[in-house]
């Protein structure tokens, strides 16, 4: 079990995907540099890039911000990955996050659907 930091998280989430640093740092509109440096805790994260990623990886904001690596990739709906990702296949896999985190939350208010 591995401890984790918010850039760990960041690294063991695109790594499950099977994201590139490239690809993420497009998709999130900076250098590929700036990746590297949140996943090595080397600059802070902003809020809103911690946002793009909760819909890409289809995570809680809170699962950036948990004790060890494993139970941030434990909480991990799906995992898709595609060699030839373009950044509108990105969007398309954020949005798609972003309605299964919405529907995981309605399901936890209102009990199983």
């Known amino acids: ?15 499950k995907y099977g994201y ?6 497009n998709y999130l509109g900076i250098k590929r540099e700036m990746i590297s ?3 090595n805790e080397g600059r802070e994260i902003p809020l ?7 819909d890409l990886f289809g995570v809680e904001l809170d699962v950036f911000f948990v004790d060890n690596v494993d139970d941030a990739l434990a909480e991990v709906v ?5 060699d030839d990702m373009d950044n509108d296949d990105m969007d398309n896999m954020a949005a798609f996050g972003k309605i299964v985190k ?3 939350k309605i399901n936890n208010l209102y009990g199983s659907i």
């Open 20 to 25: 590139t640093q490239d690809k993420v740092a």
């Open 102 to 104: 919405n529907y995981l």
């Open 37 to 39: 440096f949140y996943e």
């Open 48 to 54: 809103d890039v911690l946002e793009k990623l909760s």
């Open 1 to 15: 079990m591995m401890e984790a930091t918010t850039g760990l998280v960041i690294k063991g989430l695109r790594e």
């Open 78 to 82: 799906f995992a898709f990955r595609k």
